[in-house]
C-alpha cells in the first residue's frame, strides 16, 4: 500500500466513527432521482452528499471511480486494490466537510440499477437473441463485496426509490429511444416485451420484481437495510415519501417539503399516458438530425410520443402483480390506488 494511501486510510479512521452509515440512492432512473439530487441531497447540512450534482468536482471524481468499482469490478479488486478506493471515498467526505464523521453519507446514482436494464450502451449485449444489461446477481454480489471492502467506516443502507411498472418502461422508453432503436425496439410495445419476458436473460424483468429485488439487497447488506420511496408519493404526497428519507438520514423535513414544491423541480403528473421521445440533444445533435432525415426519406419516421395503452399497462402490471402484493404486505400499505396491483 502507498505511503498516500496509508495516510488517507489512517486519516479516514481518526475523522470517521466506526458506524458511519453510508446511504446509496440506487434508483430506479425515471424516480425523481435529479430532483432528490439537485432540489435536496446536495443542499442539505443534516447529510454529507458525494453523489451526482455534488456542486464539487473532486467528489465527484471519487464517486465516479467508486461506482465504476462497484459495477465492473470482481471481488478480487476489493481485495486487492479497494482499500485504496474506500480510502478516497471517506477522505472525499472529508473534503466537504471536516466533520462528516458525524453525519450520514449520501451517493446518489441511478445508474446501479439502470445498469440492469438492456438500454444502456456501456451494460447491453447480446445473448441467444436477446439484448441484455448486467446480471442482477452480479449486481447483488457486488453490492455484498463492496459492504465488506469498500466502506471500512460502518455501515451501508440503500434507498429504493421505485415507480409503478408500466410508467416506468414508457418513461424509460422515451429517454432511451436512441439507444433502443438501431436494435428494432422502436416500439414500447416491443421494449417492454424484451424487458417484461420471463426467460432469465431478460435481466430488466427480474430487477422489476421489487419485492424480490428488496429481499435480495437485504440479503446482502442486511435485515432492514433498504428504505423504499414510492414515486407516487413524491408527486402526490411528498411528506409521506420525506419522512422515510429523513426518518433514516436525517435531512430537513421543512426544507426538503418547500424545494420540491419549487417550480424547478416539478415532477410530471404520474397520471399522464405519454411520454415525449428524447431524440435530439448534446453533442449528437448533427448526428441524430441526420438520422432522422435519412429515416424521413426512408418513412420510417420514428415518434415525437411514447403512448400507453390500457392493455399495455394492463399486461405489464400483470406480470407482476403477485411481486407488487407482496410488496404491499412488506410497506404495510394499499398500492392498489397507485396502480400497483392490476
Known sequence: MSDRTSQMDTHSRKTHKTDSLLYLHIGFPKTASTTLQRAIFRNDPAICYLGKSSLNKKTDAVCTKFLESLLWSSSRFWETHGQATAAELIAAADIINPSSGSKPVVISAEEILASTFPSLQVAMRFHQGRLVGLDPDVLIERLRVFALHGWTAGKIRILLTIRRQDHFLASYFAQTFLWLHK?????????????????????????????????????????????????????????????????????????????????????????????????????????HALQHLSRTLKRQENPRLVTLTDSLSMAIMERYHQSNQRMAERLGRDLRSLGYIS
Request: net charge neutral; no cysteine.
Open 183 to 287: 436494435y428494432g425496439l422502436n416500439t414500447l410495445e416491443a421494449f417492454a416485451e424484451k424487458v417484461t419476458d420471463t426467460n432469465y436473460y431478460s435481466m430488466g424483468g427480474l430487477t422489476l420484481n421489487y419485492s424480490e429485488l428488496i429481499d435480495r439487497l437485504e440479503e446482502a447488506l442486511g435485515p432492514g437495510s433498504v428504505d423504499v420511496i414510492l414515486y407516487e408519493d413524491l408527486q402526490k404526497n411528498p411528506q409521506e415519501a420525506l419522512k422515510i428519507i429523513s426518518g433514516s438520514t436525517g435531512i430537513n423535513m421543512d426544507s426538503a417539503i418547500k424545494a420540491l414544491k419549487a417550480t424547478s423541480f416539478k415532477l410530471r403528473k404520474s397520471e399522464e399516458n405519454s411520454w415525449k421521445v428524447n431524440r435530439y440533444q448534446g453533442k449528437g445533435l448533427l448526428k
